[in-house]
């Protein structure tokens, strides 16, 4: 069973910067997948960033360049690194794990069978 819980999240003005953490009850080589979503009103959910059992991360396009997602020594803290902020980053923002790989890849919310409560990010113009 694993547990997670965001923080970090506010409110920002366009070009600043935020961190999200993710604290993990668990991290094990049990995890298949370890991610941070978002979701805007009125859009679907999507990816930001994942990471891969083997350590291999992936971004949305949207945000390359721009966000960094990491983790601590520990392992057992997923981080996203926010910076250059614009309005169309303003979501609230979710941290996933999977531990039961049902074969969709990283890429897909469907993947995932633990999920945190979320934490808003607004930037404003």
């Known amino acids: 069973q694993v547990q997670l819980v965001e923080s970090g999240g506010g409110s920002v003005q366009a070009g600043g910067s935020l961190r999200l953490s993710c604290a993990a009850s668990?991290?094990?080589?049990?995890?298949?997948?370890m991610g941070w979503f978002r979701q805007a009103p009125g859009k679907e959910r999507e990816a930001v960033a994942v990471?891969?059992?083997?350590?291999?991360?992936s971004y949305a396009d949207s945000v390359k360049g721009r966000f960094t997602i990491s983790q601590d020594n520990a392992k057992n803290t997923l981080y996203l690194q926010m910076n250059s902020l614009k309005p169309e980053d303003t979501a609230m923002y979710y941290c996933?794990?999977?531990?039961?790989?049902?074969?969709?890849?990283?890429?897909?919310?469907?993947?995932?069978?633990?999920w945190g409560q979320g934490t808003q990010v607004t930037v404003s113009s």
């Open positions: 996933a794990a999977s531990t039961y790989p049902s074969g969709g890849g990283c890429l897909n919310e469907y993947e995932y069978n633990y």
């Open positions: 668990r991290y094990t080589y049990s995890i298949y997948c």
């Open positions: 990471i891969e059992s083997d350590g291999s991360i």
